[in-house]
Nanobody
């Protein structure tokens, strides 16, 4: 059974930073891609950033240049987010894709507010 556990969310002031971590059962190299998604109230879930086993990354325009997705070790993917804005407020979910299957964590809340 694939398990993804997110951590690192919380309340942060505008302009601040957070580092989210996703711990995945098994090695991340078994998956086609690991990504972070977010869902704000009343909005659809959207991609934030994605990393592929060989290293390439992809970012949403909204976070490009102020976020970094990285492999911390064989089973942890992190998302460093800087210069946070109120519109970054959402539940952030970790996702892993393997073939035709897609696995999700339970999410971690990020709230950007003064």
């Amino acid at each position: 059974q694939v398990q993804l556990v997110e951590s690192g969310g919380g309340l942060v002031q505008p302009g601040g930073f957070l580092k989210l971590s996703c711990t995945i059962s098994g090695s991340i190299f078994r998956y086609d891609a690991v990504g972070w998604y977010r869902q704000a109230p009343g909005k659809q879930r959207e991609l934030v950033a994605m990393i592929f086993p060989t290293g390439p990354t992809r970012y949403a325009d909204a976070v490009q240049g102020r976020s970094t997705i990285d492999r911390d070790n064989d089973n942890t993917v992190s998302l460093q987010m800087n210069s946070l804005k109120p519109e970054d407020t959402a539940v952030y979910y970790c996702n892993a894709r393997e073939g035709g299957s897609s696995y999700w964590g339970q999410g971690t809340q990020v709230t950007v507010s003064s």
